[in-house]
């Protein structure tokens, strides 16, 4: 195969593969704030900390029957810091409304402020933004390629507008 031929199938190969990265049907929104790897991550944290009190859909606690683990099967030192069985939800509007005007890296800094209160292994700063972005998540803000960090300046409010960008 000639040089020029080879260079044309290289091109045609890598228009191919990017693509998708431009289409209507992009599953990574370039303006989204967080990455699947740190979704995923976040779940993880999440699962091994935050669900005891939150549950796993991070619907909070309100003292219902169907809450898994039950109220009274949580550590005595759990059920003393929540005292009244209510835990805030991490998703919905209820949550939105309480965040709305704060920055996602606040976000992150509360969740591990709260995260502090019960130590977990390998807690740190990294996990903090990582347990915002699975939360941003499960408020259905799409996943996209640009990482959450620190110096991140996006409002819960602009996060969360980003799930009616996804839904276009």
């Known amino acids: 195969m000639s040089q020029h031929r080879t260079l044309q199938a290289a091109l045609l190969l890598l228009s191919a593969l990017s693509l998708p990265a431009f289409s209507d049907n992009a599953e990574a929104p370039k303006s989204s704030v967080f990455t699947a790897a740190q979704v995923a991550s976040g779940k993880v944290a999440v699962e091994s900390s935050c669900a005891i009190c939150h549950l796993k859909s991070l619907r909070g606690r309100s003292g219902e029957d169907d809450e898994?683990?039950?109220?009274?099967?949580?550590?005595?030192?759990?059920?003393?810091?929540?005292?009244t069985g209510y835990v805030p939800p991490l998703v919905g509007e209820e949550f939105l409304a309480k965040w709305k005007g704060k920055t996602v890296v606040q976000l992150a800094e509360y969740l591990?402020?709260?995260?502090?209160?019960?130590p977990t292994a390998g807690m740190d700063e990294t996990t903090y933004l990582t347990l915002g972005a699975y939360v941003l998540q499960m408020n259905g803000v799409p996943v996209g390629n640009q990482e959450l960090t620190a110096a991140s300046t996006v409002t819960i409010d602009a996060a969360a507008d980003m799930r009616k960008l996804a839904a276009r």
């Open 68 to 83: 898994s683990p039950a109220f009274d099967a949580l550590p005595r030192s759990f059920q003393k810091f929540i005292n």
């Open 112 to 118: 591990g402020s709260a995260a502090k209160s019960f």
